[in-house]
């Protein structure tokens, strides 16, 4: 084919449509007129613009819906895989969170609200071992509930909820102070517990702090030894009695 007919069918393909004057004014009239109809949409038809922004708020709501079933099989297949000694520890810890929140005098709803939160949701789930906090509403809490003695409540929940925050404060050493407080605390029951170790005389009560020495200075020296572990005052009283022991020889 030569280059001239090949530019004549070229020209021929791009040629534009083209709409006379007399065809326009044909359609316009066929719009008009047809089947005693307007073109225009009447209020009660959708129009595409309608159908278009309806679409978006029900593809919003299924992916709603989806994310919520979605969060649930998570939160159900990450319950399933926590350890029970893990479970257990979530649940024991909901229980003191409950017992401090109750020791405040605070409902559930007045403690949400203290803490700024929408819901008692979380809190709830808290208490009922299902859910954990994080570090910062753990310190939100303290300030509440604990306020007067924070520390303990601070490493306790952490410990359960924050695990690498409790390992990094356990490595400082301050892991170790709420549990020598509990300690103690367990000491001082022991002698709440008894009414007539208020009523006997000092005498009588200073016998039996010695005889309560004694006896625990041989426990702990037995699960010491059991555990590997060397107690600095054991054996500066075992050695001072070696020492006695020779000189009375």
Do not use: C
């Not at 400082?172 to 009523?199: C, M, Q, Y």
Request: hydrophobic residues 40%; proline residues 4%; without cysteine.
């Amino acid at each position: 084919m030569s280059d001239e007919k090949k530019g004549t069918k070229a020209a021929e393909q791009e040629e534009p449509l083209v709409i006379t004057n007399e065809e326009l004014a044909d359609l316009d009239q066929t719009n008009k007129s047809g089947n005693g109809r307007t073109s225009e949409p009447t209020l009660n038809e959708p129009t595409l613009i309608d159908f278009l922004a309806s679409v978006p708020f029900e593809l919003v709501g299924g992916a709603t819906k989806l994310a919520a079933k979605t969060v649930e099989f998570t939160f159900n297949a990450g319950r399933s895989l926590l350890q029970p000694e893990r479970l257990e520890m979530m649940a024991e810890t909901g229980r003191y969170v409950r017992e401090m929140r109750e020791l405040a005098g605070l409902t559930i709803d007045e403690l949400a609200e203290a803490l700024n939160l929408e819901d008692n949701t979380v809190l709830e789930a808290v208490e009922k071992g299902t859910a954990t906090l994080s570090f910062e509403l753990i310190l939100r809490l303290a300030s509440v509930i604990a306020r007067h003695d924070p520390l303990p409540f601070i490493m306790r929940t952490a410990r359960t909820y924050s695990p690498s925050i409790w390992r990094i404060l356990d490595g400082w050493g301050i892991g170790r102070i709420p549990l020598t407080l509990e300690r103690e605390r367990e000491f001082v029951n022991i002698l709440r517990r008894h009414d007539a170790s208020r009523k006997i005389s000092d005498e009588g009560f200073q016998h039996v702090l010695t005889i309560t020495k004694g006896a625990f200075d041989m426990a702990l020296h037995y699960v010491a030894e059991q555990e590997g572990i060397e107690d600095k005052l054991i054996r500066e009283k075992k050695d001072k009695d070696a020492q006695n022991g020779q000189q009375k020889s």
